[in-house]
Structure formats: structure tokens, C-alpha cells
């Protein structure tokens, strides 16, 4: 109900008046029980500035959960790619074998303190699978191929970020003067991290796939909540 709608021919308060939507204007028009003029209902500005104002709120929302999520899934998927790469270039062990190990030796006397174990491998599997699922259901305004290119750009950028580091110290410290010796990751280690990178993004590629499953599940559950909602009201205005 509008707080106060006066009628300008003869000054009754049409507040309670019923609003009748125009078919050919779609506007909201209220016909005056009095003199029979029509008037526009207009919101009030007070409830159309907070109604902005709260979409606004939601989509400024969506943004930071979008970003978290983004740099969640890209930065453990950098570091963990990292860790698992650093025993396969010490062990000489390929992908699988250090990810069956991880298991493997969960508990047994074999265990080294610093090998890859089950909680990294895990979380390694699932962020890349969620990325996939989150780009391929989130994002239904991107074009089709659009999450299969940023996606390897930002995980490659990320885990590059310890080479970047070196190439933005290294001229400093030479300037400051200051004695200075490479201590970052070798190339052949970039290459190796490479590898598990690549297998990550083949995870996600599959999990992109799932998106529009997801997304089309997650758009009937919210269709359904609003039916009953509607019905809900509908009921409490008497059953029109
Ligand atoms: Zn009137």
C-alpha cells in the first residue's frame, strides 16, 4: 500500500485504491472511486532509493564472492601445484606416482616429513574440479570458449608469481647494490609445475563441462521457490 496517494481533481486519499496495471502502458494506474480520474502510483523515493540501494548491495556481492572464489580455486591450485612439482623433480617421480604415494604411504614408516600427502592431493583434485563447476555454471553471460582461455591464463600467471617476484627483486636489489643470488625456482622445476598444471586444467575442463547441469538445477529450485511464494501471497489476498 503506497503511504499517501492524494487524487489531484478532488483530494481523496486513493492510498487504498487497488492498483489496475495498464495493459497498453504497463503502468501502474489507479482510477479514483470519487471523480473517476487516473493517476500513475508512484513509489515512493525513500522505498525506490533503498530498493536500489539493496540491488546494488546484491550485486556488489556477488562480485566479492566471485572474486573469492576465483583467486580461492587459482591460488591453492598455484600451491599445491608447486608442492606436488618439488617431489616430482627431487624423487624423479611422475604425476600419478606421487599422487598414488600420497596415499600410499599415508602412516607408513616410508613417509618422509615433507611428502606430498592426501590432504594436498585432495584439495588439489576438488579446487580444480570446483573451478570448473564455478566457471561453467557462474558465469552464463561469458562466451562458451571464454572460461577455457582466462582460466590457464590466471593459473599460469599465479603460479608463475615466485619467477615474477625474482624478475621485480632482481634489478632492485642490483640497483640498491646489494649482494644477491638467485634462490627461486629453476626452469626446469617451471617446466615440471607445468605438467601438474596442465593436468589441473584438464580436471577443470571436465568439470566445466557440469556447469550448465548445475546451473540449470540450481534455476528450477529458485523457479520453485518463487511459485510458492507467489501462491503464498496470492492466498493472502484472498485468492484472486
Ligand atoms: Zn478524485
Not at 525513500?46 to 548491495?57: C, E, Y
Not at 634489478?171 to 609445475?193: F, H, Q
Request: glycine fraction near 6%; proline fraction near 5%; include cysteine.
Amino acid at each position: 500500500m503506497a503511504i499517501s496517494h492524494l487524487c489531484l481533481s478532488c483530494g481523496l486519499d486513493l492510498a487504498r485504491v487497488r492498483v489496475s496495471r495498464d495493459n497498453a502502458l504497463h503502468a501502474p494506474i489507479v482510477t479514483c472511486p470519487e471523480c473517476g480520474s487516473s493517476a500513475i502510483r508512484r513509489k515512493p523515493a525513500l522505498v525506490k532509493a533503498w530498493r536500489t540501494a539493496m540491488r546494488r548491495r546484491t550485486a556488489a556481492w556477488t562480485l566479492v564472492a566471485q572474486l573469492v572464489v576465483f583467486n580461492a580455486t587459482m591460488w591453492s591450485i598455484a600451491g599445491l601445484s608447486w608442492t606436488i612439482s618439488h617431489q616430482m623433480q627431487d624423487d624423479h617421480q611422475s604425476l600419478v606416482q606421487v599422487i598414488v604415494d600420497a596415499f600410499r604411504l599415508e602412516g607408513s614408516p616410508m613417509r618422509r616429513f615433507d611428502n606430498v600427502g592426501p590432504w594436498h592431493v585432495s584439495i588439489w583434485i576438488f579446487a580444480s574440479l570446483a573451478a570448473g563447476l564455478w566457471l561453467g555454471s557462474a558465469l552464463p553471460h561469458w562466451k562458451r570458449w571464454t572460461p577455457y582461455v582466462v582460466w590457464p591464463i590466471g593459473l599460469t600467471t599465479a603460479f608463475s608469481a615466485p619467477f615474477i617476484g625474482w624478475a621485480i627483486w632482481f634489478p632492485v636489489a642490483a640497483l640498491a647494490a646489494r649482494p644477491t643470488y638467485y634462490d627461486g625456482p629453476s626452469m626446469a622445476g617451471w617446466l615440471i609445475g607445468m605438467q601438474v598444471l596442465a593436468a589441473s586444467y584438464v580436471l577443470t575442463c571436465i568439470a566445466v563441462q557440469a556447469g550448465p547441469f548445475a546451473r540449470r538445477s540450481w534455476d528450477r529450485s529458485r523457479a520453485r521457490r518463487w511459485r510458492k511464494r507467489l501462491a503464498r501471497r496470492r492466498l493472502l489476498r484472498g485468492g484472486e
